[in-house]
């Protein structure tokens, strides 16, 4: 596929996506990289866009530089922005009371603190991004490992067997003392990528990932 053919492609998906006012936005292609420019009205609409393009096939790699605007009426303090997130982090089930540190500046969130659980970890984050005023998030929240490096591996292979979209045999998977995971390999596309990184992060004890993942 051309470059041109893909650019058209991801233009048509964003004009499809409902949660996207594409208008304001750019793209270009090169390499099967996808480059979004111009500005969106919400954080939330700027994760959509991301996530229309990363469903276009072809498409190999995304460079986000969308930039979050609010019309001036909409602009939220950030002592409100950082207020209203406590409020919903403290109304998540998921997430461990008083776990979540929040510091609002100029609109971007930071997230610091420490969970158990990779799934923790996000739910926090998505508590948060759609708030009206928020630009961005910043997830600094750490996970607790509390097992041995040679149960995450194995947990993990075991995960990628019974993903009916993954190819287990092409991952290779590697880990580190402090629950640091390094995936390696090829996959066909986006969706195997992803369904790869998840699986890894749903182990107990991962910490982080480090995605050394290519599109073949």
């Given at each position: 596929m051309t470059d041109k053919s893909l650019r058209q492609f991801v233009i048509d998906e964003l004009d499809f996506e409902p949660s996207v006012d594409a208008e304001h936005m750019g793209v270009a292609v090169e390499n099967g990289v996808a480059t979004l420019s111009g500005h969106v009205e919400s954080f939330a609409e700027k994760l959509a866009a991301v996530a229309a393009v990363r469903r276009v096939k072809g498409v190999?790699?995304?460079a986000d530089e969308i930039e979050v605007r609010f019309p001036n009426e909409k602009k939220t303090a950030d002592d409100q922005i950082a207020s209203r997130a406590a409020d919903i982090i403290r109304w998540n089930a998921v997430v461990p009371q008083n776990a979540i540190e929040i510091t609002v500046r100029n609109g971007w969130v930071t997230l610091s603190g420490h969970v158990d659980w990779w799934y923790q970890r996000t739910n926090a984050e998505n508590a948060v991004r759609k708030l009206t005023g928020v630009s961005g998030v910043?997830?600094?929240?750490?996970?607790?490992?509390h097992v041995q490096p040679i149960d995450v591996k194995r947990k993990i292979e075991d995960a990628f067997k019974r993903r009916a979209e993954l190819d287990s045999?092409?991952?290779r998977v590697a880990v580190s003392d402090g629950g640091k995971i390094t995936l390696q390999g090829t996959v066909h596309d986006w969706r195997e990528h992803n369904a790869a990184v998840d699986a890894a992060w749903s182990a107990p004890g991962v910490a982080s990932v480090?995605?050394?993942l290519t599109l073949g």
């Open positions: 190999r790699g995304i910043i997830n600094n929240i750490t996970i607790r490992p045999e092409a991952i480090e995605d050394r």
